[in-house]
């Protein structure tokens, strides 16, 4: 059976990648809604409820496949709706849309970091002290802060459906935005089930060489111990 410390690992992974994805959804959301696209709030996406946004593969499928093969707990949540057809200038739309996901989770992963600092010179007593500040302090702040850099840090790749593509829509033909946006609808699962089968049959994970050396190294940039 599953030993305790190892139940305690799934349960502080489940209660840091639920928040990291709800609200980097949520910031895509918020950011149409404010540039005067009402589709996400019509569809109840602008809900803080992780029921909301849970996609059966993205959120519950990958992120176990992650974990029985001991990697970190990854994935995505459904993606917000929105409609470029509202904002006045579709394109700078689409670019604020897209890049208020990774904000979020830049937000989320300094909150972590300032509470860790904010606690450090206590820690060390509290610790000793307390088993469930330890798994807090020693654990869950670290692991929510790496969570959201992963999330932040991948989603900025230029590549389609990810947040960062919507960069390169500045310079795609508008007779063309109709094929690019059906893509970035349905692209997301084949895309992550390329990113997780490559590393194991070509030996190669170029994706998680750019984590460490982005997201490991701001972590440790955040905190006032090595995380990464």
Excluded at 25 to 50: C, I, M, W, Y
């Amino acid at each position: 059976m599953f030993s305790q410390s190892y139940i305690i690992y799934i349960i502080i992974s489940v209660l840091c990648f639920v928040p990291a994805i709800v609200l980097h959804e949520v910031a895509h959301g918020f950011a149409a809604h404010k540039l005067g696209d009402p589709t996400a709030k019509s569809q109840g996406r602008l809900s803080l409820n992780p029921l909301k946004h849970v996609d059966p593969f993205g959120t519950v499928i990958l992120p176990l496949c992650m974990l029985a093969m001991n990697g970190p707990v990854f994935g995505y949540a459904k993606p917000v709706p929105y409609n470029p057809s509202y904002f006045k200038n579709p394109k700078t739309g689409d670019v604020i849309v897209g890049l208020a996901g990774p904000a979020a989770n830049l937000v989320m992963a300094a909150l972590a970091g300032a509470i860790a600092w904010a606690l450090y010179g206590q820690a060390p007593a509290l610790v000793a002290q307390s088993g469930a500040f330890a798994y807090f302090y020693l654990m869950f702040l670290p692991m929510f802060a790496l969570i959201n850099l992963y999330l932040l840090f991948f989603n900025l790749l230029p590549i389609p459906p990810l947040d960062g593509s919507s960069v390169l829509a500045l310079f795609i033909p508008k007779k063309h935005m109709h094929a690019y946006y059906r893509v970035q609808q349905y692209a997301m699962p084949v895309f992550m089930i390329v990113l997780v089968v490559l590393p194991y049959v070509l030996h190669v994970n170029p994706v998680g060489v750019y984590l460490d050396v982005t997201a490991g190294n701001v972590a440790n940039l955040l905190f006032p111990f090595r995380v990464s």
